[in-house]
């Protein structure tokens, strides 16, 4: 049997966590981790893909082709590492190859709440050089990172002089460089959700930006009607035209994508006869296998002169309700009198589609995976924030040993957590779990964390197993109490947490016993869906350990 998680007193034990251990550590060994989707979903018939492509939480799609390569960034906000690089050659099947931001000097995301940070990634290819423009909120605005390497590693970031979000890099075929971004209309707002969308160049070599910027479009594709949060722009040139690919409506139910067209790259834009060319904001609540919130896209042409595009949407399971939040989806893109569109009106998003004709690329195991912790943790594995000075977790051993942590759940510190994504409306993580608490308070366990005041937390304390919610900021930092059972001895156990839509089930057993044990009945988790808590995240699952101190 592996070696049970103790108290260590002294800092040289702690191996590999730094010298200014605390004398009072709490360890919680956790020997494997497992996921397993049980939705059941058949593979679609040969030349059909599934949608999401990307499943979980991967909102604000980039992509860029590179030869018969194709990489895409998403969103992280204040998870680390950030900025997922996933890799494919046939559109449908992508795996993540790195993230652009992986050391913890590039950016610090400490303090901040977890729908703050790194918004709207946008990638492209440019001489042999890859290009991500972002921008961090609350953490020092607009910047521009490259690579050799897709993978990595990306280089520090350059911060750029110009306001406002989602930027994103054009390169002309002379090799100038512009950004194009949603800021601030000209004058005052006149509503909220007004804004405007604006180019400036962009010094590629001197990595600065030049004064001069360019009114692209004010509120949106028919201002009579006030459309609301202009975002998301990418320019393309595409024979004698510019096109500019929008996002309109905010990221929930009355999202969408809408396009406009120049002969030159600094306007005027006008928009196209057929607007928006994706939305389901439109369709009925009680349709099948429903879709919201589509938008926020970035589309490539393949060798076949065919177009296709990235975008997001959710999933839910009731109303606008998903905890997977805002994930990656694909489609064709069909051109009709020089003008691009995803869905004619009232069309919904499918999901099986006839796939692109392209080389095929391994399939990544989202729907059941089980990680032994016997190297380095992939780069599926996101923690909250940056990572301070002595690490909260190392891999050792063939297990995941946790030192807890004072920072709780519902805190805006360092909790002592990492997790993977949940993808799937119907799944379970289970893990074993080594943990012998010392005093009231030591905790260890599982916890599905949406945001701060938004997450389940199942573990052992001392003489028990527990479970926690959190729904609201009005309750403590650790959350409710909801449910316990009571455990005979400090033997390894291990424990299950089961999703089905809204509904959440804890299981516990002693380890090696065949019978699961629930820890009360089932849980309404609906509260934790993203649309109530700031729509931008999706559920991350894992090991978490934390101790009052």
Known sequence: MKRKAVMLAAAAVLAGYGTAAAARDVVAQFDWLAYESAEGEPSPPAGQYRNPVIPGFHPDPSIVRVGRDFYAVTSTFSWYPGLPILHSTDLVN?????????????????????????????????????WIVNTCIEC??????????PAGPWSDPVWL????????????????????????????????????????????VAMKMLPKRTLLRDKG????????????????????????????????D???QTIYRSRALQGPYAPGPFNPILTQRDLPADRPDRVEATGHADIVQLDDGSWWGVFLATRP???????MGRETFLLPVTWKDGWPRFLDKGAPVPLVSAAPKLPASPRAQWDRWREEFLSPLSDE?????????????????????????????GSFGKPAFTGRRLRHHKASFTTRIDFTPERGGDFAGLLAFMDETHFLAAGKERGRIVVRLRTSASEGAGGREVASAPLGNDAPVELKITFDGGTALVF??????????AVGGPINVEPLASVHAGLFTGLVVGPYAHSPG
Request: glycine share 12%.
């Open 94 to 130: 992508w795996r993540i190859i790195g993230n652009a931001i992986d050391r913890t000097d590039m950016l610090d995301f400490s303090g901040l709440g977890t729908n703050r940070g790194l918004f709207a990634p946008a990638i492209t290819h440019h001489d042999g050089r890859f």
């Open 140 to 149: 020092g605005g607009n910047f521009v990172i490259t690579a050799e390497n």
């Open 161 to 204: 002089e110009f306001g406002g979000i989602d930027p994103s890099l054009h390169f002309e075929e002379d090799g100038t460089a512009w950004i194009v971004y949603n800021d601030a209309p000209p004058g005052p707002p006149e509503y909220e959700g007004h804004r405007a969308l604006w180019l400036q160049q962009f010094d590629p």
């Open 221 to 252: 594709v028919d201002p009579a009607k006030k459309p609301i949060w202009a975002e998301g722009p990418h320019i393309y040139k595409v024979g004698e035209w510019y096109y500019l690919l929008t996002a309109e409506g905010g990221t929930a």
């Open 254 to 256: 009355q999202h969408s």
């Open 317 to 323: 399971f009731a109303g606008q309700s998903t905890l």
């Open 381 to 409: 594995w996101i923690g909250l924030r940056s990572p301070g000075a002595t690490p909260q977790w190392e891999v050792r051993d063939g297990a995941l040993h946790v030192t807890a942590g004072p920072a709780a759940a």
């Open 508 to 517: 516990y057993r002693a380890a090696g016993a065949e019978a699961w044990q």
